[in-house]
């Protein structure tokens, strides 16, 4: 029985560290905040030599990208390309109970036409004379910006903070990082963040990562659903509902914690694996 255990052991995929965690952080803040601290402090080189910068400027994608940059960095550095595709396995799975699927499918649209609703505004985004096709295509083109991200936020950092805190506390202090990490681009003329108050944002960024976290146990470390519910957050069709939209979502996640409460307050049960089948030795 002894054997056959250390052979099944000695197939499992290598452990990623927690001191990954500051690899990753570094990595991540180093390729955002250098492109994006360039244009910031050297606009007129940055801008003669590359281009000015906007939301689809490749170096615009290169900063959003740093957190799936860096979080493929740390999975090969530890587990290789067979690490890599275990990781990326995670994309596949999709099953979760049902409410976490409404929250991601229903709920999250909900509350941008409540909030739009409250201020007076329509239910759903105005359609662009270009007209229906061209906000379906700008809605996919929104795959490859945000929903990105997630490779970094729950495929590595959520994983490995949890196997020391809590989940409820380990969202937090991703929402938190998270927002710091955004900070460059609200002093960036040329993309959206720079006509946006960064305050509230950040306390959106705080409440999102507490929000989307029971989907991602729930889900058992899926990336499929965080990366869905990140989609729905960026999706053209909702309406401008700043800054409401925040103030409500505030309030499903203290409904949702609340409701959760065993499973946000306590590590049982949380996800701690950043490749799937990880060694614990």
Request: glycine share 10%.
């Amino acid at each position: 029985m002894g054997f056959i255990m250390s052979v099944s052991l000695d197939h499992r995929a290598p452990r990623v560290p927690a001191a990954a965690l500051l690899a990753f952080l570094v990595l991540a803040f180093a390729i955002t905040w250098g492109v994006i601290g360039s244009y910031i402090y050297w606009p007129d080189v940055m801008t003669a030599r590359f281009g000015a910068i906007s939301g689809a400027h490749p170096f615009f994608f290169l900063a959003t990208w740093a957190p799936a940059i860096a979080a493929f960095a740390v999975v090969l550095l530890f587990g290789g390309l067979s690490g890599l595709r275990g990781f990326l396995s995670r994309l596949l799975m999709w099953r979760c109970p049902a409410p976490w699927w409404g929250m991601i499918l229903v709920v999250i649209p909900l509350v941008f036409m409540a909030g739009s609703l409250i201020k007076g505004g329509p239910l759903l985004a105005p359609i662009p004379p270009e007209g229906v096709g061209a906000v379906v295509a700008l809605m996919f083109m929104m795959l490859l910006l945000g929903p990105i991200e997630e490779f970094g936020w729950r495929g590595v950092a959520q994983p490995l903070l949890q196997r020391f805190m809590a989940p409820v506390w380990a969202g937090a202090l991703i929402g938190a990082i998270w927002g710091i990490w955004h900070l460059p681009a609200f002093y960036l003329a040329g993309v959206v963040f720079a006509e946006w108050s960064f305050l509230p944002f950040f306390i959106g960024n705080v409440t999102l990562a507490i929000l989307v976290t029971p989907i991602f146990n729930a889900a058992r470390g899926s990336l499929l659903l965080p990366m869905l519910f990140h989609w729905q957050l960026i999706n053209p069709f909702w309406p401008d509902a700043q800054p409401w939209d925040t103030w409500l979502l505030v309030g499903v996640a203290a409904v949702v914690v609340w409701w959760k409460r065993d499973m946000m307050f306590t590590r049982m049960g949380a996800v701690t694996e950043v490749i799937p089948g990880e060694a614990r030795t």
